[in-house]
């Protein structure tokens, strides 16, 4: 009986789990070409989730994301890029413009997703999901190219801020971790 409490915390923390995972994986989101889509799209595979822009400091991030994909997307890795607006106004394009930047300038094979609100009144629910007082990991993206780090069964795992780029060791070994978990 002095176990029951126990086993029955792990039960319901691992059915919250599952329930986040997969309302998260649910939440509707529209590609860059406008067509609905999900995380369900990715689903099996370790999604690095990031918000991006092209007119800001940390743009030549999209180079590292896009080496980290081609190094891991066979191993199961997808990168994420979800364009926003919402600092400095540093996403002004359109759709057909990001697109075009971003595969001229460097070379972008990785998905992205339709420019959404990552923070403030009309923020995504993605977002919302990620960052929310429930989440892992609350509290607002502060700034352009904050990543989401979230496993093959939809579960967020790790969070990291602007200033780690792709090719830092913290993120490469935390990719590596969630390819080889099972």
């Known amino acids: 009986m002095k176990y029951a409490l126990p086993i029955f915390s792990l039960i319901v923390a691992t059915m919250t789990s599952a329930l986040a995972a997969n309302s998260l994986q649910e939440i ?5 070409d406008g067509k609905s889509t999900s995380l369900k799209s990715f ?25 980290l994909y081609r190094k891991y997307k066979d191993q199961g ?12 106004g540093q996403e002004p394009g359109s759709a057909e413009e990001i697109k075009q930047f971003c595969s001229t300038k460097f070379e972008v094979t990785f998905p992205l997703m339709e420019k959404v609100h990552v923070k403030g009144t009309e923020q995504h629910p993605l977002y919302a999901t990620l ?10 993206v502060k700034w ?7 496993g093959r069964n939809g579960v967020v795992l790790a969070r990291f801020d602007s ?3 792709p090719e830092s060791n913290e993120l490469t ?3 590596e971790a969630a390819l080889s978990a099972k």
Request: charged share 15%.
């Open 173 to 175: 070994a935390a990719v």
């Open 144 to 150: 352009n190219f904050g990543k989401f780090l979230i």
């Open 43 to 67: 689903d099996g595979k370790v999604v690095l989730l990031v918000n991006v822009a092209s007119k800001c400091g940390y743009t030549k991030q999209y180079s590292g994301l896009e080496a």
């Open 163 to 165: 200033a780690v780029t």
């Open 131 to 140: 960052t929310g007082t429930e989440s892992k990991f609350p509290g607002d």
């Open 28 to 32: 509707p989101l529209k590609n860059i």
């Open 77 to 88: 890795l997808v990168v994420v890029g979800v364009p926003s607006n919402d600092f400095g």
